[in-house]
């Protein structure tokens, strides 16, 4: 069976993190702790030090598309305590940045939305981790 996300041992490890936060916490809403530790325990988790080219990671910036639309859209992928929505930085937590965590470029994804809608997108190009924005750590 061919799994469709790829993680890198730094990005299971932050999200392992914040999931058990999140857990702790108990927040009964839509729990985003129990759907990373779904997408950690489903992807293929690379060595240290090792990253594949062309997948969703923490910090990653991505071009995508709505499918049937032509407008291209950027955004980077960064821990909860980084978001800024004004600078396109957008949490891992959110329902587009679940989707896309540890997706490959070239692939279409759906999108969850809260308003019970379901968005599909084509993840057009991952630029590598955006070193100007901050460090992977959870405060």
């Given at each position: ?36 530790l ?21 910090y ?11 407008e ?24 587009i940045g ?5 997706r490959k470029?070239?692939s ?24 100007n924005i ?6």
């Open positions: 069976m061919k799994n469709e996300r790829c993680l890198t041992q730094n990005d299971a490890a932050t999200l392992s993190r914040i999931a058990e936060h999140l857990l702790r916490m108990g927040e009964v809403e839509v729990n985003a702790g129990e759907q990373l779904d997408i950690i325990s489903t992807s293929i988790i690379l060595p240290v030090d090792v990253q594949r080219k062309g997948y969703v990671t923490l990653s910036t991505i071009s995508y598309s709505p499918v049937g639309s032509d291209v859209r950027k955004l980077t992928i960064v821990c909860p305590q980084d978001a800024n929505p004004q600078l396109a930085l957008i949490s891992a937590l959110t329902p679940l989707a896309l965590l540890g470029a070239l279409t994804i759906e999108v969850n939305l809260p308003s019970k809608r379901i968005e599909k997108l084509k993840i057009l190009e991952v630029l590598p981790l955006d070193t901050g460090e992977l750590a959870l405060s």
